[in-house]
């Protein structure tokens, strides 16, 4: 591979700078389509790489590394973005090129960090992105300047303007013929406070040197702060935000489902109309219908609603809000024992615990992120909305209580406050109560200008996480959904019988095995039969039991579920099954990333243990206290 | 002998003005000053440095948001008390 000459391989190129330079947006542009999400090996850091073929005809692989500010690394994030370029992970040689990435508009740091970088010996090119923002506000920058004081190559840049990376490709393609294979692993060694010290002043003085910068703050960044992080309107604006947010999630999501739901519907007459409901081909005609169209149906109906809150996130994230949202919450998560950072992670949990998880990485502190890790489940995820939405929809009546505040939202609120309340208790019990004495990590975060999110950069971003709920849909989902459908369905009753034909089935034979434990906490042995694939993805639950009620109806429509429900729970049963959803033991996805990310059985255990006991717990008492105001 | 005594950072009130002095880290809450100190400088908050104080919360005025340069870095007041810091106010 050594011997093959710089200009007939493919190039391997990292993007490495600052959070927020526009490191991913640079991405975007350079490699489109081109790009897919993979693991680094032994890590569940998410590896993002991506082909491009520059205008001489060279092949790059390019690579998104995670912000960091200093090679020195402190969270697993940055780690990474070390190792990458320092060529430690394994099967990953050093990159032929690290393409250092600064916001022309706040380049100090990152040219700190592009001198501690040289020292890697790796080649360097600079490319200071943002570049029409610079422009616009007066910043004038000498680049042959800036380049011959470095030492490395600079190039202006604009991620996301039309033909705004031509001057780096170029660049790029100038580098080729000197660019040599790493060999080995770069030689580094952490520099002390002295070091880090001569490296800035180093750094502000070439910039002193090259730039101009005038002397004022970005006006739309100073106007909105004004406001975003006033001390109680900040806050005010955080909970509206908030409670927006969740509105959306249901109001605008409905004529989406809508449509999906009765696509399902329709796909179901259509395989009923098809397939004779007798004999052999019944048990076919069953195991499309019941099985696959409803169980399947009856989770991706929910893909709007997930879209929807994934797409509030990304679109605070690149605002450049969610820094301003840990700044507000810091004392206020710091009350609980947790780092102002572990906000972001928390309310990425919302969508889902698994990026959730993985979002913690960025905290540098081991027990405030494994704090954070083990209270992440607790925050109520996507997963949950199909369980509390089949619920509520069926036993909460549809009426407003103030103006346009209806009280199924009221209650759906309730239930996301209970498991926000719940994850800050339990934290607070591990940092405060468990973990007594260890060391204040300290809260430090920049706060980046706020940048109209862009169109493309959000859609790529969504399309990667609907892409992982479809592929859960069509894998996991769908395959719990079999197992059930199975055991619902055999042995098929007898000739001549007179029960509904669940009854005569493996799943009624698990089910009431597992009743006396449930019936203190007001749960049938249907609920019983859908709790156990609920553990694999919570959002199997509902498909679990539109299945055993579609099978034990018969004819009843699945998607009627809510209906079928109504009929047959006690409101008591009902809200119980709410209050075990806020705790439900998580599913398995989570469990494997919190075992990948704590690198130990015993959290996971813990975990799944501790969640349980809060499960049953929540769901006794809600259940008594139910049947004892009159609703069982 | 008479010093000054310079402020720090983190008594500082909003919309304070000043100037870096330099950085005094203790060992804070079992968190190693040392760490604190180069935390702090790869923010760059480097000696001679303007700062100002730009925002603050709602709780015990913390954290705060401070200016350097071209950044704008939210911080603890706690962390903040490393900083000393001259005003540059008239
Ligand atoms: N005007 C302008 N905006 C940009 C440019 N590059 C990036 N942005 C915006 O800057 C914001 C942050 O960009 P990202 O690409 O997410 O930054 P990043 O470096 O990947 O950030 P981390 O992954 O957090 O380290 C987004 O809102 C982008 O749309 C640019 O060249 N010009
Ligand atoms: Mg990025």
Known sequence: MLDVPAGQRTLRVALLGNPNCGKTALFNALTGSRQRAANY?????????GVLSTPAGHRVSLLDLPGTYSLRARSPDEVIARDVVLGRIAGLPAPDLVVCVADATNMRLCLRLLLEAKRTGRPLLLALNMIDLARHRGIEIDLDRLSAELGVPVVASAAVRRGGTGELLAAIDRMVPGLVAATGEAAWSAPDAAALRATQREADRIIAASVMVPDRRDPLTRRLDSVLLHPVAGLLVLTVLLFLMFQAVFAWAQPLMDLIDGGFQALGALVGDAIPAEGALGLLRSFLQDGVIAGVGSVLVFLPQIAILFLFILLLEDLGYMARAAFLMDRIMGGAGLHGRAFIPL????????????????????????????????????????????????????????????????????????????????????????????????????LPDYKLPRVRDVGIALWLRVKAFLRRAGTIIFAMMVVIWFLSSVPRPPEGATEPAIEYSFAHAIGTAVEPVLRPIGFNWQIGVALIPGMAAREVAVASLGTVYAIEGAEEDATQLGQALAGKWSLATALAFLAWYIFAPQCAATLAVIRRETGSRGWVLFTFGYMLALAYLAAFITFHTAVALGAG | MTTVHPGTLGNAARGFRGRILGLQPLTIGGFPAEELERRLLELGFVEGEPVEILHQGLFGRDPIAVRVRTATIALRRQEAAAILVESTDA
């Open chain 1, 347 to 446: 309310l990425s949990s919302f969508a889902c615990a698994v990026p959730g998880i993985m979002a913690t990485r960025v905290i540098d502190s081991r027990r405030d992120r494994l704090a954070t890790i083990l209270v992440a489940p607790l925050m109520t995820c996507s997963a949950r909305i199909p369980v509390y939405t089949l619920i509520i929809g069926a036993f909460i009546p549809d009426r407003a209580v103030w103006g346009w505040v209806g009280l199924q939202g009221l209650v759906m609120f309730g239930l996301y406050a209970a498991g926000i309340l719940s994850a800050l208790g339990m934290s607070f019990v591990f940092k405060r109560l468990v973990w007594r004495g260890t060391p204040n990590e300290p809260f430090m975060l920049e």
């Open chain 1, 41 to 49: 090996p032994g890590v569940t850091v998410e590896r993002k790489e």
